[in-house]
């Protein structure tokens, strides 16, 4: 596994000292990456052979891209969104996903394509009840969501949720037969100080601890200062945590989960630069913010699937 230093980050380090950290904190945990990497790689390798047209993803679950409306749109412009989604020509090896805001989603239900299904942005942590400005899994269910979208940076440091909040949240929806993605992240000040690894390991343990399996968990890898403000994260950079991730989850988890587990990027993807990060074989989608209002751009990141494609 090629281990990164921050000096190749597209954000420009604070000081000299943040950099050696975070090269010290790499070249510590190189060897048992590349160990464990092996290890999954040589199990996974009879699946990855079964389906010679695809390359250059390391895990066995389909493409996932999901779009996250975030706090956006009006009941004009979702009918103009959902009326480009519909008309739009998709590859059909992927699974797509969208997230709008809750009052939208009995009219995107209504009228988007069955091809792509609906996620909520947020859930409660059980059933609900007197919780003023919540909603359940179990509403969510009624109104014909398929996933929801937990531990999302906004959600984290904007509201306050600390990691165990957001494990129990996910084991609640799982145990309601909601999907759940599940997204994990560091601040842009933990990157220079070479706490990636340990941010992300931290918020997956949390996941980990509160549940049961992990048959209908997307991992979002977030890098929250990629994310809304057009400094995304290189290819390279984002193989390099999502590597580290896949590993995390074969040692603290299973082979197999590793393997199945979908680890998919966020952060100011775009239709021009979905192409390069998709080519990156631990990279099994997006989730898509901005760019996913956009239907034209969403459609040709749900396509940038064709670049792991190659002539069987």
Not at 269 to 279: I, M, P, R, Y
Request: charged residues 20%; hydrophobic residues 40%; neutral net charge.
């Amino acid at each position: 596994m090629a281990m990164l230093s921050t000096s190749q980050l597209t954000v420009a380090p604070k000081s000299t000292a943040a950099v050696t950290s975070l090269r010290r904190s790499s070249t510590t945990s190189q060897s048992f990456f590349q160990s464990v990497n092996l290890q999954l790689r040589s199990s996974s390798s009879s699946a990855s052979r079964v389906n010679r047209g695809i390359v250059a993803m390391a895990g066995t679950g389909k493409f996932f891209v999901g779009g996250n409306w975030k706090c956006n749109g009006t009941k004009d412009s979702i009918k103009q969104l959902v009326s480009d989604l519909n008309s739009a020509t998709l590859e059909p090896d992927v699974d797509v996903v969208v997230g709008p805001p809750f009052i939208y989603i009995d009219q995107v239900k209504s009228s988007l394509t069955d091809r792509i299904e609906i996620a909520a942005q947020n859930s409660w942590i059980g059933k609900g009840g007197a919780f003023t400005g919540e909603i359940s899994a179990e509403q969510l269910k009624d109104i014909g969501c398929k996933w929801v979208i937990l531990g999302h940076s906004e959600r984290r440091h904007v509201i306050g949720e600390n990691d165990e909040f957001i494990g129990k949240k996910a084991a609640y929806a799982l145990g309601q037969n909601l999907g759940v993605i599940a997204c994990i992240g560091e601040l842009l000040e933990e990157r220079e100080a070479g706490k990636t690894f340990d941010v992300c390991f931290k918020q997956l343990k949390a996941y980990a601890d509160a549940v049961s399996s992990w048959d209908n968990i997307v991992i979002a890898y977030e890098p929250v200062w990629a994310i809304g403000t057009g400094k995304v994260a290189s290819p390279e950079q984002a193989q390099e945590v999502h590597v580290a991730v896949r590993d995390w989850l074969a040692k603290n988890v299973s082979a197999e989960v590793a393997s199945k587990t979908r680890i998919i990027y966020g952060g100011s993807v775009n239709a021009g630069n979905s192409t390069d990060l998709a080519k990156k074989e631990d990279i099994d989608g997006f989730l898509v913010g901005g760019a996913s209002l956009k239907g034209s751009d969403f459609a040709t990141i749900i396509n940038s699937v064709t670049a792991k494609k190659v002539a069987a």
